[in-house]
């Protein structure tokens, strides 16, 4: 494993000898030689507050966008997607949490902000996703690189929980196009179990949104954890008061971490779909092995059908309009 990082944090000031960091909701005030919540932050006494995992990465691989999950936005592309250590929430299903966590078995690769840039174009994408942890404990890094991606004409797209202050979020966004945002549950205390906050994460949804990125929703479905239906109605009824309405996937939770109720039933996701669809034009169920389709609004053509992360049928064309009746097609191309 490569030594961490020693570059300066942002959104930081010292107070009484401690650092409190601002860059998330959580506002932790850091003893010297301590780390902050998400163990990536670290009060390096006079140097201050340093992100120990500034150009590192603990995974990067190019993967179908329909992976991240984003289904209206370039569809059928591939993207170039890095992640590295750390994550402000503590979810105990968490599917990624040995580099959420900073496991000593995860090993970690050096480079500089202008790496992506090469990789994305060897790898012949467009697009490059932070993604894998969680990307906003990565803030520094992701902002170097994305004006550089930016720069080149590469688009940029973080897969996220949405845990992030409203003033780092207002510099960050304008780098952004495309963002999927886990949504975890839709009460305060449900959060508060998951180390996170909901507000916040609302905050981040409405103001992406605002930003003119593309912002598509994930919801994991997890017995136990959020299958409260009049929560989950709330929260669809809030997503139906944004403009636009965002894209909402359904995801199917399984085992992991510290949680090990059985898989989500088929009936309970099919129940929570139908109440979405009650409120969202676009929902989708995913970790399911079934297909999905996007069917035009005007005409009822089905204008993408997938199976899992492959394109089985497309009928949208090049304007971004169905080929049936040539209504313009919600997806971005
Ligand atoms: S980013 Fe990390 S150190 Fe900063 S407030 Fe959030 S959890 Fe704490």
Redesign the pocket.
């Known amino acids: 494993m490569n030594s961490a990082s020693t570059h300066k944090a942002s959104w930081?000031s010292f107070e009484n000898g401690n650092a409190k960091?601002?860059?998330?909701?959580?506002?932790?005030v850091?003893s010297p030689g301590s780390?902050?919540?998400?163990r990536?932050?670290k009060n390096e006494r006079s140097s201050g507050l340093v992100a120990l995992n500034y150009g590192l990465v603990s995974s990067a691989a190019v993967d179908p966008i329909e992976k991240k999950p984003l289904y209206h936005w370039r569809p059928g592309s591939s993207i170039l997607s890095l992640g590295t250590v750390g994550c402000?929430m503590d979810c105990p299903f968490c599917q990624n949490w040995q580099i959420a966590e900073w496991a000593p078995s995860v090993s970690l690769t050096e480079i500089t902000a202008d790496t992506p840039l090469t990789l994305c174009k060897n790898a012949g994408c467009r697009s490059v996703a932070f993604t894998y942890n969680e990307p906003?404990?990565w803030y520094e890094f992701i902002l170097d690189a994305s004006r550089i991606l930016r720069e080149h004409g590469i688009a940029v797209v973080l897969v996220t929980n949405g845990?992030i202050s409203p003033a780092p979020l207002a510099d960050i966004a304008p780098l952004v196009s495309a963002v999927n945002i886990d949504l975890k549950a839709f009460t305060p205390e449900a959060y508060r179990k998951l180390g996170g906050d909901l507000e916040t994460v609302k905050n981040t949804i409405s103001s992406m949104i605002r930003s003119g990125v593309h912002v598509e929703v994930t919801f994991l479905l997890v017995p136990g954890i959020n299958d409260e239906k009049e929560a989950f109605k709330r929260m669809t009824e809030w997503m139906d008061g944004l403009i636009p309405q965002p894209v909402l996937h359904i995801s199917r939770y399984f085992p992991n971490r510290r949680w090990e109720k059985p898989p989500t039933d088929f009936r309970v996701m099919e129940e929570f779909a139908e109440i979405a669809r009650e409120k969202l034009p676009y929902v989708y169920k995913g970790n399911t092995g079934e297909e999905s389709s996007t069917v035009c609004r005007n005409c009822g053509k089905i204008l993408i059908r997938r199976k899992e992360y492959v394109i089985l049928e497309n009928a949208i064309d090049r304007e971004g309009r169905c080929t049936s009746c040539g209504m313009k097609s919600p997806v971005i191309l």
Not at 35 to 38: D, E, L
């Open positions: 930081w960091c601002g860059l998330c909701p959580h506002e932790c850091i780390t902050g919540r998400c990536v932050r402000s906003f404990t845990m």
